[in-house]
């Protein structure tokens, strides 16, 4: 059976390039873990691997949602695991590759048994936000559940919102739900290989990448979406960077100050992705700038179905 080879890391760091490259090398076939590019029209502003990339390799869970449609780990482990089956059983290798952490352990380890949606809590939620806006209620967060808050941008409506709901119709943090042991499908074995670039060159790199995103036009992607008639409170659009241009584009923010607020942003949540991946098991990180000299022995492991951890 061919190996399950997850490519974890912060943003910015190449996971993309070496899931291609390790793919190309083990036949093998993408399976997206990120949560935002399996929204269609959501092209720059993801850093969605290219036309010209999937068609070189299968890419799997990308394009699959309109932005109104909501995505959680249940829906991705839903999908990804019957995926991982049909990939091997063309006997090919499956490359998870993404930066969600939660992601990632629900599909390897299990899901948690976290409490279904309360319609009646969502909508009192909903209407404290609209009330009070985000910002409130993300203290609040903090305050209930600070392990959770930590790991949420302070603008995340979704996903604050959800915390909040569980705390309030469970009596219990979220962050609790998802420490208690895994309910259901029994973990899956994989390779963990970890892409790190030292903080000061991956904050360079997502400044870089943040402005070369506006160049090749993100702000006409936001605008052409939102003259569709999408709302600009759909789930895509709370994203990291998301939020931000919409801002712009409905004249709140300038540009310049959009930009400044995603790259802020986007450090804070690369150093809470490496917080997290810094807890998982039997991980090989590799530092990006010793890549192409880690390859050929990486290569020579995988294809012998040996460990690659260190």
């Known amino acids: 059976m061919r190996p399950l080879i997850a490519i974890l890391g912060p ?3 190449g996971k993309t390039s070496l899931g291609l490259r390790i793919g190309e090398e083990l036949d093998g076939e993408i399976i997206n873990a990120d949560a935002l ?33 909501v995505y959680s780990a249940g829906e991705f482990v839903r999908r990804a695991r019957p995926l991982i089956d049909e990939i091997r059983q063309r006997d ?18 299990g899901l948690s048994p976290i409490p279904p949606s309360n319609p009646d809590t969502r909508r009192l939620l909903e209407e404290r936000c609209a009330d009070e806006g985000i910002a409130a209620l993300y203290e609040e967060l903090v305050t209930v559940d600070p392990d959770t ?23 219990r943090p979220l962050s609790s739900w998802i420490r208690q042991r895994p309910l259901g499908a029994e ?37 052409a979406i939102l003259h569709q008639g999408v709302d600009p409170l759909v789930p895509a659009f709370q994203a990291i960077g998301y939020r931000q241009i919409v801002r712009h584009v409905q004249g709140g923010w300038s540009l310049q100050a959009a930009m400044e607020d995603t790259i ?47």
Do not use: C
């Not at 808050?149 to 705390?167: G, K, S």
């Not at 390779?191 to 506006?214: A, C, Q």
């Open 187 to 223: 973990p899956l074995k994989a390779i963990k290989i970890g892409l790190t670039v030292p903080r000061t060159i991956l904050y360079d790199r997502i400044s870089s990448r943040v402005e070369d995103m506006v160049r090749r036009g993100w702000v006409d992607e936001v605008a």
């Open 92 to 109: 090919r290798a499956p490359i998870l590759v993404g930066g969600s952490g939660l992601y990632l352990r629900a599909l390897l380890e």
């Open 149 to 171: 808050a930590r790991r949420l941008a302070p603008r995340d409506r979704q996903r604050i919102l959800r915390a909040l709901e569980v705390a309030s119709s469970s009596g």
């Open 264 to 310: 802020r942003a986007t450090r804070r949540y690369a150093k809470r992705q490496m917080t997290w991946f810094r807890k998982e098991k039997d991980v090989r990180w590799i530092p990006a700038s010793d890549l192409e000299a880690e390859l050929p022995d990486l290569f020579e492991q995988l294809n012998s179905g040996g460990s690659v951890a260190r």
């Open 37 to 69: 590019q399996v929204y269609r029209g959501l092209e720059i502003g993801t850093d969605k691997p290219s036309l010209e990339m999937r068609a070189t390799l299968p890419h799997h869970l990308v394009d699959i949602l309109d932005p109104e449609e």
């Open 11 to 13: 943003t910015a760091t």
